[in-house]
């Protein structure tokens, strides 16, 4: 059973970044797997945000690409979110997650930040 | 982007009643679908994958069907444990989408 536990700031100012870091365990990220993040306004759906391989091959929303960096720590067995520019439409729980590629198998308790002055 | 759209966004089923959401691509997908269940206040969680394959663990009262653009999702026999948000993802074109969402209430 892999396990995820995301952790970051709640509270992030309008222009700035977001980062969040999820650690893990039971699994080493450098082996195998998919990690990603995926998000959710309050009250709202799903929103998948990104997805970086075991190797360090990233995928990322379009939508979200030009202020977004996910990337692997190996050292720490744990892989970070930051989002930059943010603005009150970035507010939402962000979900840490991991499966076979595009499959979301293994989730994290999801983390909620809000952005506001 | 590929649509994925709902339907019904809330239903309402006694227990023990089958129950039945639709998801619709706005276009083929094959069968790269998956559905997921979040509970309030929870993460979601994988119950199907390529459209009919049941995740480990997710009993058998569970089960998913379709291919191409409309894709269903059945509860053979509801328990008061499914009251729940059910979402469809596809993963067939990148980027990955996710449908609104299904309420299902057990009565």
């Known amino acids: 059973q892999i396990l995820l536990q995301g952790s970051g700031p709640g509270l992030v100012k309008p222009s700035e970044t977001l980062s969040l870091t999820c650690a893990v365990s039971?699994?080493?990220?450098?082996?195998?797997?998919?990690w990603g993040w995926i998000r959710q306004p309050p009250g709202k759906g799903l929103e998948w945000i990104g997805s970086?391989?075991?190797?360090?091959?990233?995928d990322y929303n379009p939508s979200l690409k030009s202020r977004l960096t996910i990337s692997l720590d190996t050292s720490k067995n744990q892989f970070s979110l930051e989002l930059n520019s943010v603005t009150a439409t970035d507010t939402a729980v962000y979900y840490c997650?991991?499966?076979?590629?595009?499959?979301?198998?293994?989730w994290g308790q999801g983390t909620l930040v809000t952005v506001s002055s | 982007d590929i649509q994925m759209t709902q339907s019904p966004s809330t239903l309402s089923a006694s227990v023990g009643d089958r129950v039945t959401i639709t998801c619709r691509a706005s276009?083929?997908?094959?069968?790269?679908l998956a559905w997921y269940q979040q509970k309030p206040g929870k993460a979601p969680q994988l119950l199907i994958y390529?459209?009919?394959t049941l995740e480990s663990g997710v009993p058998s009262r569970f089960s998913g069907s379709g291919s191409g653009t409309e894709f269903t999702l059945t509860i053979s026999s509801l328990q008061p444990d499914d009251s729940a948000t059910y979402y469809c993802?596809?993963?067939?074109?990148?980027?990955?989408?996710f449908g609104q969402g299904t309420k299902v209430e057990v009565k």
């Open positions: 970086i391989s075991h190797t360090g091959y990233t």
């Open positions: 039971g699994y080493s990220i450098s082996s195998g797997y998919y």
């Open positions: 993802q596809q993963y067939n074109s990148y980027s990955w989408t």
């Open positions: 276009q083929s997908i094959s069968s790269w």
């Open positions: 390529k459209a009919s």
């Open positions: 997650v991991v499966g076979r590629g595009p499959i979301f198998q293994f």
